[in-house]
């Protein structure tokens, strides 16, 4: 049988409202970044409306993942990440990489990281996680499709940061030259329906953390994200019409020292029909070195869950670097691990 969870309390993930940000108003912005460290720091995940990307943006943007993921095998095939080292294009279903105690999750994507000029000097330089997007050819108008709604969330994403700036009582662009040249990534993932009375040897998505800063998820209305919270239960995050969901990675965890979460989470399509979602990841510079920014004024209050280990909070490290070595454990390709 498919793992339980119960239904969302809205006290699980609440729902922020962006709107008093946009009114010019210090002090209404200053209280919504307040609620956003509460949350952040209890939950690592939160609800926000009124975020100023259009229902007809999103709307595009699900067809447009609907559309790639009807095309035939074989044109997806085409782009296949499994083709480069960047991990960029096509990953198809039951899939990972080289880390053989995790389980293949039940999902297809494409996937694309801000573009990258034909001078870059990370491309010359034949940095790993550093190449050209792949874009089908049975579909030649994937590229204006996707990079319309990625324009548009990047600059959400942007905001996003300085409200979390604000909320950590860091003065503004602290976080952000972190992002000198981002690698901010778009996903149009795509997820069959599971059976009731299936194994649930492979979900949906195996629970798991961000290796990112944050991400902003918009999802369809056939739910299936869920979230483990302190209490070691899992707990479903269902659609909200209107709404994006935006959950903490292990980067904000570790610059904050542990004092916002990176939750666990996973996905599990009960719903019986085919179900889409689209998470935006805010990455830093491959070259962006990260340590805590922050002082935990109270490491006991880390709870254990947050205690995940996949990115180091004793030591400096360069994101780049352990970010392709995650990407090489988790996805099929041709990576380079840094040594």
Excluded at 314 to 339: C, H, N, Q, W
Aim: aromatic residues 8%; glycine residues 8%; contains cysteine.
């Amino acid at each position: 049988m498919l793992p339980t969870a119960r239904k969302l309390a809205f006290t699980d993930v609440p729902v922020i409202d962006l709107g008093p940000v946009w009114s010019g108003d210090a002090q209404a912005r200053r209280k919504v970044a307040d609620e956003i460290a509460e949350v952040c720091g209890r939950v690592g995940f939160m609800y926000i409306k009124n975020h100023r990307i259009s229902q007809a943006d999103i709307d595009a943007i699900f067809q447009t993942a609907a559309d790639f993921h009807n095309l035939p095998l074989d044109a997806k095939m085409e782009v296949s990440i499994t083709k480069n080292d960047h991990a960029q294009g096509y990953l198809h279903g039951m899939t990972k990489g080289t880390e053989k105690s995790i389980q293949a999750n039940l999902q297809e994507a494409f996937q694309i990281k801000r573009p990258l000029a034909d001078d870059d000097s990370g491309l010359l330089a034949g940095l790993p996680l550093h190449g050209k997007i792949p874009w089908p050819s049975a579909m030649p108008d994937l590229e204006p499709r996707m990079m319309a709604y990625y324009d548009k969330v990047d600059a959400l994403g942007y905001e996003l940061l300085k409200l979390f700036e604000l909320a950590l009582g860091m003065s503004e662009g602290t976080l952000k030259q972190f992002f000198k040249k981002d690698m901010n990534s778009l996903r149009l993932l795509h997820y069959p329906p599971q059976a009731p009375d299936q194994e649930g040897e492979h979900l949906g998505a195996r629970a798991h953390t961000d290796t990112n800063a944050f991400t902003i998820l918009v999802q369809d209305n056939n739910g299936g994200l869920e979230i483990k919270n302190l209490e070691g239960e899992w707990v479903g995050v269902p659609p909200i019409d209107g709404t994006f969901v935006v959950n903490v990675g292990e980067v904000l965890k570790v610059w904050t020292d542990g004092v916002l979460s990176s939750t666990l989470h996973r996905v599990i399509n009960r719903s019986g029909r085919e179900r889409y979602s689209i998470p935006f990841f805010m990455y830093p510079s491959y070259d962006a070195l990260i340590q805590p920014l922050l002082k935990n004024p109270d490491p006991s209050n880390v709870a254990p869950e947050n205690l995940h280990t996949s990115m180091p909070r004793d030591r400096p490290f360069v994101y780049g670097e352990l970010k392709a070595r995650s990407t090489a454990k988790i996805m099929p390709g041709k990576v380079a691990v840094p040594t």
